[in-house]
Structure formats: structure tokens, C-alpha cells
């Protein structure tokens, strides 16, 4: 399966932006998903995550609350909307797939990664 992240960009702490991880080459219904972020000189850390089916999702302590992950298998796109962001937030998101059941939270257990989105939150 091929990913595609769109919707980065500029906003103001307290702000919104939705991202979306376009699937293609494969059903996305097949996998479980996750978003990771990576803020320069970090390491790639979990953000959220959903289950195949999109009735279970997991979220990292520091965006539970302010981040929803959801899926439309039917449209191949899984999205990541962010509300009141922080400057903490600024990092380059990641989309990825794994053919399992599970909530998956870390980079290893991962198989398909889409290329980042620049996510900038400005105070």
C-alpha cells in the first residue's frame, strides 16, 4: 500500500488543521493506522492510532483530548484532526499502515509509511 499526508501547514497555537493520509494500491480496510510526528533533533514519536474497522482508536497522553483520529475506508483516507494546538505540536506528521489487528504505537511495528506533512504551530 502507497500513503499520501496532506495538510500541513501554518497556524496559531489554539488553532485547528485536519491532516489526511491517502491509501492507495491496497484496501485500507486491510490495515490498522497510526500517526507519528517528528520534531527536529527528536525521535519519531506516536501520536494517535485506529483499528481496522475504525471502532477502536488510542491516543498519545499528550494530544488525547485535542487530536481525533477517524477513517473512511470507503474514500481510502484516514485523517488526524488537531485542535488547540501548541507550539509543542510542531513537528512533520507521518501516516502509517500495518496489517494487524492491534493498536499499534510503536515506529517498529509499522510496515508503510506515508512521506511527512510540516505541521507549524506559531505562539
Known amino acids: 500500500v502507497q500513503l499520501q499526508a496532506s495538510g500541513g501547514g501554518l497556524v496559531q497555537a489554539g488553532g485547528s488543521l485536519r491532516l489526511s493520509c491517502a491509501a492507495s494500491?491496497?484496501?485500507?480496510?486491510?490495515?490498522?493506522m497510526g500517526w507519528f510526528r517528528q520534531a527536529p533533533g527528536k525521535e519519531r514519536e506516536f501520536v494517535a492510532a485506529?483499528?481496522?474497522?475504525?471502532?477502536?482508536?488510542y491516543y498519545a497522553s499528550t494530544v488525547k483530548g485535542r487530536f481525533t483520529i477517524s477513517r473512511d475506508n470507503a474514500g481510502n483516507t484516514v485523517y488526524l484532526q488537531m485542535n488547540s494546538m501548541k507550539p509543542e505540536d510542531t513537528a512533520a506528521y507521518y501516516c502509517?499502515?500495518?496489517?494487524?489487528?492491534?493498536?499499534?504505537?510503536?515506529?517498529?511495528?509499522?510496515?508503510?509509511w506515508g512521506q511527512g506533512t510540516q505541521v507549524t504551530v506559531s505562539s
Open positions: 494500491g491496497r484496501t485500507l480496510s486491510d490495515y490498522a
Open positions: 485506529i483499528s481496522k474497522s475504525g471502532g477502536n482508536t
Open positions: 502509517a499502515a500495518v496489517g494487524n489487528t492491534y493498536l499499534n504505537t510503536r515506529v517498529y511495528e509499522y510496515d508503510y
